[in-house]
């Protein structure tokens, strides 16, 4: 079966741009995560959907960021005026209840 | 500071030997724990979880403990093979949320 999409694999912008990320959960899932991984280091929570519950956006580093998700369907994570240290592995995940599966995530690279 | 953590950053185990990796805890309302497994460019794979009113469960050649005592958790890997070289998580969360709480990683390095 279909695991979780996200798209694009890869993205370079430069500073000061904004980016859109897009993540395609399992079909039914109604718990959707988004996660930063830096270089070499464990994932950060970002942001949680439950159903049509409003979103925890408790880790979200800055007013810069923002996602969000159709119904139980496709999420959108927006990074505006992109900065060097945005720089990661984001990485999205979706479940039923407990066990999150995850896509193969975005690279974004901010030069 | 980091709410879980890794107690060994790099395992190097001989092909055929049983692997241990460590990770110790420190959030006492977490319920729920996780084992992934990560591959270079891949996402997180899951291979096991364990909820606090258990403090073992096996799985196909893995099996994860868990003490609550001292907030620790391990993950036990039989006969390691060529294909478990790979990096290691742990996390933790509250099944209220499920929102997980990641360690650095443990590197897992399989000799032939």
């Known amino acids: 079966g279909a695991g979780v999409s996200q798209s694009p694999s890869n993205k370079v912008t430069e500073k000061g741009k904004d980016v859109e990320l897009r993540c395609d959960p399992i079909?039914?899932?109604?718990?959707l995560y988004w996660y930063r991984q830096r270089l070499g280091q464990g994932l950060e929570f970002l942001i949680y959907?439950?159903?049509?519950?409003?979103?925890?956006k408790s880790g979200l580093p800055s007013d810069r960021f923002s996602a969000e998700r159709t119904g139980e369907s496709v999420s959108t994570l927006t990074i505006q005026r992109t900065q060097q240290e945005d720089s990661a592995v984001y990485l999205c995940?979706?479940?039923?209840?407990?066990?999150?599966?995850f896509g193969a995530g975005t690279r974004l690279s901010v030069l | 500071g980091e709410s879980v953590g890794l107690h060994l950053p790099t395992l190097s185990v001989q092909e055929g030997d049983n692997s241990i990796i460590n990770c110790a805890y420190s959030?006492?309302?977490?319920?729920?724990f996780i084992w992934y497994k990560q591959e270079s460019g891949k996402g997180p794979q899951f291979i096991i979880d364990?909820?606090?009113?258990?403090d073992k469960r096996q799985g196909q050649r893995v099996t994860v403990l868990l003490n609550k005592t001292v907030k620790h958790l391990s993950l036990q890997i039989a006969a390691t093979q060529p294909g478990d070289s790979a990096v290691y998580f742990c996390?933790?969360?509250?099944?209220?949320?499920?929102?997980?709480?990641f360690g650095a990683g443990t590197t897992v390095t399989v000799r032939a």
């Open positions: 996390a933790e969360a509250r099944s209220n949320d499920y929102k997980l709480s």
């Open positions: 079909s039914g899932h109604t718990a």
């Open positions: 959907f439950q159903g049509n519950s409003a979103p925890d």
């Open positions: 364990i909820r606090s009113n258990m």
């Open positions: 959030n006492s309302a977490s319920d729920y």
């Open positions: 995940a979706s479940s039923l209840l407990g066990v999150q599966y």
